[in-house]
């Protein structure tokens, strides 16, 4: 490293622009390779000469930058014939290749006036957008028109709503701000939205394992309850048990996420007792696919996540913030009549729940309960949420695989009982 020191600073930007330049230029010689050389006005020594006579008129004057301007907009001028005669004669009206030739004619300005992070983060983004346009266009195909609505949503939740709100609490009787609501709305609506969008537009097709560990990210109990469901129509058989499974494992590296997000001592708390509660779940999935693999064909119907609504929808805000409150208020209350016993054993209650918005509030607490009493609560209403969930799976299930559920779901209880039991006595 210490020979970089001995090399000139004005030849590394001068080598920058010249590598840079021609990388443009040879992904275009690559994108039109198979193109009319006639219509093109240039590709790889074209780009390259672009950004080096743009680097030339930058050092010329870097201070008012004239003769760069004059150039860009020659250049600019230039680029425009071309294409209106490429215009004429192909009927071909796209502006990719111009525009990218102007952007190559601005490396020399990136590369003197920013960061080399940013300089390289330019140069894929270049590289990517151009080579990725098939990937666009399929990607345009599957989305509908609700799925931009629903984009537009998320933004105006996260980055109109969101900042406007006020940090005061509702009220006294209240004991939980607005702005602190709709974060937790946000941040679980976003969780569950990346995975939806990897579920519909990277996964479409994926196996029982992937749709089930995609699904535990959306909603362990909401996907348990659908693999169950189609497991008695036929699909999948004992697989189904594989698949349950994993998504069961994804609801603690989904809790432990949000516990960073909201709360981080009590995350490094929970960072151990979930990840091996996350490995348990893993190890038990991967043995019941390995013990079945053979007895059973996977398939897995497209609709399998079908019934799961849409993570931003009004009604889904509207519940989790109306349940939110509620907890808040029945928190608060225990709270004050039990103290933290009354909060841990409180957390068996709410795992037949929905325990996304009791698990948030906790995370959020101001009002004097310790970490530990958190850490508890959260371990004791995910252990009765796997009750609840297992009660769900044996129920909805066929015969076939119930008994391998109740094994599993088993396994699972007690190692998380036999982990709050330590956290207890510690």
């Excluded at 494992?249 to 960072?271: D, E, H, Q, T």
Aim: with cysteine; charged share 15%.
């Amino acid at each position: 490293m210490e020979l970089l020191n001995y090399i000139p600073e004005e030849f590394v930007k001068f080598m920058l622009v010249l590598i840079f330049s021609l990388l443009i230029g040879l992904e275009q010689r690559r994108h039109h390779i198979h193109e009319n050389d006639d219509l093109l006005f240039g590709t790889d020594r074209t780009f390259t000469f672009i950004g080096l006579l743009a680097y030339v008129l930058f050092i010329a004057d870097p201070v008012t930058f004239i003769p760069f301007l004059f150039g860009f907009a020659l250049i600019g001028l230039l680029l425009g014939i071309h294409y209106f005669h490429k215009a004429g004669q192909s009927s071909k009206f796209g502006l990719t290749s111009t525009i990218l030739a102007l952007l190559t004619y601005c490396i020399p300005i990136m590369v003197f006036t920013q960061p080399i992070w940013l300089v390289l983060s330019f140069i894929v983004a270049l590289l990517l957008i151009t080579e990725l346009k098939s990937h666009f266009i399929t990607l345009t195909k599957k989305a509908s028109e609700e799925e931009y609505i629903t984009l537009a949503k998320f933004i105006a939740f996260a980055g109109i709503i969101l900042p406007l709100l006020p940090e005061a609490n509702i009220s006294e009787q209240i004991p939980i701000s607005p702005y602190h609501l709709w974060l937790a709305i946000v941040v679980v609506s976003g969780i569950s939205y990346c995975s939806y969008l990897l579920k519909k537009f990277v996964f479409p097709d994926s196996g029982i394992f992937l749709t089930g560990l995609l699904g535990g990210i959306y909603s362990s109990t909401a996907t348990t309850v659908i693999l169950a469901r189609k497991e008695k129509q036929g699909f999948a058989g004992k697989q189904t048990v594989s698949a349950i499974m994993i998504a069961n494992g994804m609801m603690y590296l989904r809790i432990l996420f949000l516990a960073f997000i909201f709360n981080r001592p009590v995350a490094v708390k929970l960072a151990i007792p979930f990840i091996v509660m996350f490995l348990i779940t893993y190890l038990l999935s991967k043995f019941v696919a390995g013990s079945n693999r053979n007895k059973v064909t996977e398939e897995t119907p497209d609709s399998i996540l079908a019934s799961n609504k849409n993570p931003l929808e009004f009604r889904t805000a509207a519940v989790f913030g109306l349940l939110f409150v509620v907890f808040a208020l029945i928190t608060d209350f225990v709270l004050q009549t039990y103290g933290n016993s009354g909060v841990t054993g409180m957390a068996f209650v709410v795992g037949v729940t929905d325990i996304d918005p009791f698990l948030l509030n906790l995370l959020q607490q101001k009002s004097g309960i310790d970490q530990m009493t958190i850490v508890l609560a959260i371990l004791n209403a995910t252990n009765s949420n796997n009750l609840l969930k297992m009660i769900y799976a044996i129920t909805l299930s066929s015969k076939n695989i119930r008994k391998d559920l109740i094994l599993n779901f088993s396994i699972l209880i007690v190692s998380g009982v036999i982990l709050s039991i330590i956290f207890y006595l510690i």
